[in-house]
């Protein structure tokens, strides 16, 4: 059964002091007011949560909370330095619509190479193919190199191809493009219907909307530690509680 299990996950980041910037910064930290910079940054720490099939998660927090960082080690990217991360099932993470696409193919040797990065087979590819071109509107330049395309093109082929699949644990993070306002109906669509055949979603994002939309369950990070867990609106809510929490922070004093 689709699932992922992560227990006591954690994740240390070595900061490189050698080189040039590092003898730089070596000389600055000599002077008394600054303070020395750690050797090491603990980007995840002690992260449990467990996901089964049908299950929407949110992973929210401030900017710099260690959301994208969770993605990349459920997908593989980063190896945790503790803890044991378990996943039942094919992990696609969507971060970078465009990853694998390369200049020189045309339009449709990138639709298949592509979709073999994905780790769809030759058949599957075929018979997504000529949807695809279709909903893409590129009948005309498929056959042409990619380099030859607009920017809007080619994120049109690169969504297109990535939102063909039926993912069994599918990690995303907001920051993916759909391209051009014209396409972005479409594209809108399209990608609910690709959220809603994924067996598992992990969702980065800040969109308060969006999570409403597409997910059922939130995880809050603070400083790489989780401080919450459960339904979609409590976390929400306890993130909406950080926001005011820092604004009041930052805020000057009366009279100053």
């Keep these: 059964m689709t699932a992922i299990s992560v ?32 050797s090491q940054i603990e980007a995840l ?3 449990s949560f467990t996901l089964s099939a049908g299950d929407r998660l949110a992973l929210l927090g401030l900017n710099g909370a260690g959301k994208t960082t969770l993605l990349k080690v459920l997908a593989g990217i980063y190896q945790p330095t503790r803890g044991t991360l378990v996943t039942d099932g094919t992990v696609a993470p969507l971060f970078d619509v465009g990853l694998g696409m390369d200049g020189d193919l045309t339009g449709r040797q990138n639709l298949v190479a592509r979709g073999l990065f994905l780790g769809l087979t030759q058949s599957e590819i075929a018979e997504v193919e000529h949807e695809i071109i279709e909903f893409t509107g590129l009948e005309p330049h498929i056959d042409l190199p990619v380099s030859t395309y607009s920017a809007g093109m080619y994120i049109r082929l690169a969504f297109a191809v990535v939102t063909s699949l039926t993912p ?23 990608m609910d219907s690709f959220l809603k055949r994924a067996g598992i979603l992990v969702f980065s994002s800040h969109d308060f909307a969006l999570v409403h939309r597409y ?3 939130a995880l809050v990070l603070h400083e790489g530690s989780v401080i919450f867990h459960g339904p979609i609106d409590d976390g929400v809510e ?13 805020a000057p004093e009366e009279g100053s």
């Design 7 to 38: 227990n006591g996950l954690g994740l240390v980041y070595e900061v490189p002091g050698r080189g040039l910037g590092g003898r730089l910064s070596e000389m600055i930290r000599r002077r008394p007011a600054v303070a020395a910079r750690p």
């Design 45 to 47: 720490r002690d992260v």
């Design 168 to 190: 069994e644990i599918l990690l995303l993070d907001e920051g993916v493009g759909v391209g051009d306002a014209e396409f972005r109906d479409r594209a809108e669509r399209r």
């Design 215 to 217: 997910c059922d369950q």
């Design 238 to 250: 306890c993130l909406s509680q950080l926001v005011r929490d820092r604004e009041h922070t930052w």
